[in-house]
């Protein structure tokens, strides 16, 4: 199994860490430290040794600070991990904040004591994050302080060892670009913005760049790794040799120099002495980085990482290879669902249902000769109420029998040497109250919103967003997370900088792959989430119109479950939809199937639906 179901959450030693951590920072002189869920590489995933937000509270979602001074201790979290985090952590010692609403630097703003002095970790907050921080403490007359060395990494015993994951080259007819070309590329553009060099920090942006893929991190393919590209196509690449092989430090010293991480702090002064105009993101790079170069002499040019939007941007090969792994992990949704259709209700556990899914995934890739990676993320499977839990992870204590009468909702993602997938449907375990088919519906109508949107060239996540929701907001009804986030090739199940929230001011482009993935939840209840993954075209004429329109392309195919549908909710477009998508899944699908008992099922399962 990819995927472990043990209890890694300890919020029983909360108390005593908290009260370590606050004898430590009375002798650093400071009134209070963040401990952010992010490590030195500023990834959503992180290795054992940086788990250091879940060490310390308990917690153990994917986004999250704490913030912890001599009277209180905050976790910030947004609202996918509210639920979560009053199940995870000690609450007499904890408290939640709100990590949209009001971050710790609001929070400090609104609540911070006069001349308050907060501690920091500078290689865990980027610079965008120093200067919100900077100003906060300003306005009460206190300082931020960077601290040389983290008090909580002297408190933790028998800490992890930092991973040593095995590199790959990831092969041209799933990259579509060689790797000496995108450096090329990349040289002309530090060239343009007048920087002798940048500085990559995002493990995706170097696995991107270099066309190869670690696995340093949870199933995620990173190689936690640092490179520095100049202006004239050099490169440089902080990797540890002990997790190249023969041929794989064959390749990587073709493309650059390959440096020891150790070295990597010296070499960034040194380049900085030149009087060097360094280019980093300011919203990724951590911000000892940024001060590393300014004490040395160096300047920092502050631009957009220049891998971010080209890696956003799918080739051809990319997307073709996306669409090929989306039928195979179709395949092994199917058989999966067929499955769980076949079985007695009462006799599936949340468990059970998540190692059948990974053993069908993993006997399709044997059988399409496309193995399975890894998963790419840990499978939320949630029956009833646990559906309501946004990022639910099914553990050994919080095992539930998938009970008659209810919905299930599975959320999970395969990742292939060809793609990286992300799918989640809600089925019916029997009969349904009326109410949940609703809600149900209405969620169904905004993902179809979502799925048959035209929209003008310069539109961002933040226009679409409301789309998803409409149906909802009619019902007097919303959901606490973004309606979608991009996804990598073969890399991370979140990738920036596309995202269709309220939040998202990114342009979306042609090639940017992304989830469709509106929801509702209802705490102690239920929980319903149906999610696509899909792509940007490109600008279409449409008959009659005035201006060519982007639109969406469906990757992901898999019946969505008829049994829950309301006909007389949607519209005539909306059913129309439905029907020609269940319509192309089963032509999809079909010729890739050979159990009798599974094409009967899905046969059934994509029929058309009427009023």
């Given at each position: 199994?990819?995927?472990?179901?043990?209890?890694?959450?300890?919020?029983?030693?909360?108390?005593?860490?908290?009260?370590?951590?606050?004898?430590?920072?009375?002798?650093?002189?400071?009134?209070?430290?963040?401990?952010?869920?992010?490590?030195?590489?500023?990834?959503?995933?992180?290795?054992?040794?940086?788990?250091?937000?879940?060490?310390?509270?308990?917690?153990?979602?994917?986004?999250?600070?704490?913030?912890?001074?001599?009277?209180?201790?905050?976790?910030?979290?947004?609202?996918?991990?509210?639920?979560?985090?009053?199940?995870?952590v000690d609450g007499t010692v904890f408290t939640g904040g709100d990590l949209?609403?009001?971050?710790?630097?609001?929070?400090?703003?609104?609540?911070?004591?006069?001349?308050?002095?907060?501690?920091?970790?500078?290689?865990?907050?980027?610079?965008?994050?120093?200067?919100?921080?900077?100003?906060?403490?300003?306005?009460?007359?206190?300082?931020?302080?960077?601290?040389?060395?983290?008090?909580?990494?002297?408190?933790?015993?028998?800490?992890?060892?930092?991973?040593?994951?095995?590199?790959?080259?990831?092969?041209?007819?799933?990259?579509?670009?060689?790797?000496?070309?995108?450096?090329?590329?990349?040289?002309?553009?530090?060239?343009?913005?007048?920087?002798?060099?940048?500085?990559?920090?995002?493990?995706?942006?170097?696995?991107?760049?270099?066309?190869?893929?670690?696995?340093?991190v949870p199933h995620t393919p990173h190689p936690l790794a640092r490179a520095?590209?100049?202006?004239?196509?050099?490169?440089?690449?902080?990797?540890?040799?002990?997790?190249?092989?023969?041929?794989?430090?064959?390749?990587?010293?073709?493309?650059?120099?390959?440096?020891?991480?150790?070295?990597?702090?010296?070499?960034?002064?040194?380049?900085?002495?030149?009087?060097?105009?360094?280019?980093?993101?300011?919203?990724?790079?951590?911000?000892?980085?940024?001060?590393?170069?300014?004490?040395?002499?160096?300047?920092?040019?502050?631009?957009?990482?220049?891998?971010?939007?080209?890696?956003?941007?799918?080739?051809?090969?990319?997307?073709?290879?996306?669409?090929?792994?989306?039928?195979?992990?179709?395949?092994?949704?199917?058989?999966?669902?067929?499955?769980?259709?076949?079985?007695?209700?009462?006799?599936?556990?949340?468990?059970?249902?998540?190692?059948?899914?990974?053993?069908?995934?993993?006997?399709?890739?044997?059988?399409?000769?496309?193995?399975?990676?890894?998963?790419?993320?840990?499978?939320?499977?949630?029956?009833?109420?646990?559906?309501?839990?946004?990022?639910?992870?099914?553990?050994?204590?919080?095992?539930?029998?998938?009970?008659?009468?209810?919905?299930?909702?599975?959320?999970?993602?395969?990742?292939?040497?060809?793609?990286?997938?992300?799918?989640?449907?809600?089925?019916?375990?029997?009969?349904?109250?009326?109410?949940?088919?609703?809600?149900?519906?209405?969620?169904?109508?905004?993902?179809?919103?979502?799925?048959?949107?035209?929209?003008?060239?310069?539109?961002?996540?933040?226009?679409?967003?409301?789309?998803?929701?409409?149906?909802?907001?009619?019902?007097?009804?919303?959901?606490?997370?973004?309606?979608?986030?991009?996804?990598?090739?073969?890399?991370?199940?979140?990738?920036?900088?596309?995202?269709?929230?309220?939040?998202?001011?990114?342009?979306?482009?042609?090639?940017?792959?992304?989830?469709?993935?509106?929801?509702?939840?209802?705490?102690?209840?239920?929980?319903?989430?149906?999610?696509?993954?899909?792509?940007?075209?490109?600008?279409?004429?449409?008959?009659?119109?005035?201006?060519?329109m982007l639109g969406f392309e469906t990757l992901t195919f898999c019946p969505?479950?008829?049994?829950?549908?309301?006909?007389?909710?949607?519209?005539?477009?909306?059913?129309?939809?439905?029907?020609?998508?269940?319509?192309?899944?089963?032509?999809?699908?079909?010729?890739?199937?050979?159990?009798?008992?599974?094409?009967?099922?899905?046969?059934?399962?994509?029929?058309?639906?009427?009023?």
């Open positions: 199994m990819f995927q472990s179901f043990e209890v890694t959450s300890t919020p029983q030693f909360g108390k005593e860490r908290v009260d370590a951590l606050r004898a430590a920072l009375q002798a650093l002189d400071v009134d209070g430290f963040l401990v952010p869920r992010a490590d030195e590489y500023q990834g959503e995933y992180v290795p054992a040794s940086a788990e250091r937000l879940s060490w310390l509270s308990g917690f153990t979602g994917s986004a999250g600070i704490a913030l912890v001074t001599q009277s209180q201790a905050i976790v910030f979290v947004d609202g996918r991990y509210v639920t979560q985090l009053k199940e995870q949209v609403g009001e971050p710790p630097h609001l929070w400090l703003e609104h609540n911070g004591k006069k001349g308050f002095r907060l501690g920091i970790d500078p290689w865990l907050h980027t610079g965008a994050e120093v200067r919100k921080l900077e100003k906060a403490l300003q306005g009460l007359g206190g300082a931020l302080v960077f601290l040389d060395h983290n008090p909580l990494d002297r408190l933790w015993e028998n800490r992890p060892a930092a991973p040593l994951g095995r590199v790959k080259i990831q092969p041209l007819d799933h990259s579509g670009l060689l790797a000496r070309d995108k450096i090329a590329t990349m040289a002309e553009e530090i060239a343009k913005a007048g920087a002798d060099a940048v500085v990559l920090t995002d493990p995706s942006s170097i696995a991107w760049t270099f066309n190869i893929r670690g696995s340093d520095v590209v100049h202006a004239d196509g050099k490169a440089e690449l902080f990797l540890d040799k002990r997790k190249a092989g023969i041929e794989e430090e064959a390749y990587l010293t073709q493309l650059s120099s390959l440096e020891a991480p150790a070295s990597f702090e010296d070499r960034i002064a040194a380049l900085g002495a030149t009087g060097a105009k360094i280019m980093i993101d300011p919203d990724h790079a951590p911000f000892a980085l940024a001060e590393r170069i300014r004490l040395s002499g160096g300047t920092v040019i502050e631009a957009i990482d220049p891998a971010r939007l080209p890696r956003a941007r799918k080739n051809a090969a990319e997307l073709e290879g996306s669409a090929r792994a989306h039928l195979q992990d179709g395949v092994a949704m199917v058989e999966f669902l067929a499955w769980l259709d076949s079985t007695q209700p009462e006799t599936v556990t949340e468990i059970a249902a998540v190692e059948k899914l990974e053993a069908c995934r993993a006997n399709v890739g044997q059988r399409m000769q496309n193995p399975l990676k890894d998963i790419s993320f840990d499978t939320i499977s949630g029956a009833g109420e646990h559906a309501a839990i946004m990022h639910y992870r099914v553990t050994s204590e919080s095992d539930l029998t998938i009970a008659d009468g209810t919905m299930f909702l599975i959320d999970s993602g395969g990742q292939y040497i060809n793609g990286t997938t992300d799918i989640t449907r809600t089925v019916a375990i029997g009969t349904v109250p009326e109410e949940q088919r609703r809600f149900f519906t209405l969620v169904l109508k905004g993902m179809i919103a979502i799925s048959v949107a035209r929209f003008p060239k310069g539109s961002r996540g933040v226009d679409l967003d409301p789309l998803a929701r409409i149906a909802l907001w009619k019902a007097g009804a919303d959901f606490a997370h973004g309606t979608g986030h991009g996804v990598g090739s073969y890399l991370s199940v979140h990738e920036g900088p596309q995202r269709i929230s309220r939040a998202s001011m990114q342009e979306l482009l042609p090639g940017m792959i992304l989830s469709n993935e509106p929801g509702y939840y209802r705490p102690g209840a239920f929980g319903i989430r149906i999610e696509n993954l899909v792509h940007v075209l490109e600008a279409s004429e449409i008959a009659g119109g005035d201006l060519p969505i479950d008829r049994r829950l549908v309301i006909t007389s909710l949607l519209t005539d477009e909306e059913l129309d939809w439905l029907n020609a998508y269940h319509a192309a899944t089963q032509e999809k699908l079909l010729p890739l199937i050979s159990d009798e008992t599974v094409l009967e099922w899905l046969k059934t399962a994509t029929e058309p639906l009427g009023r």
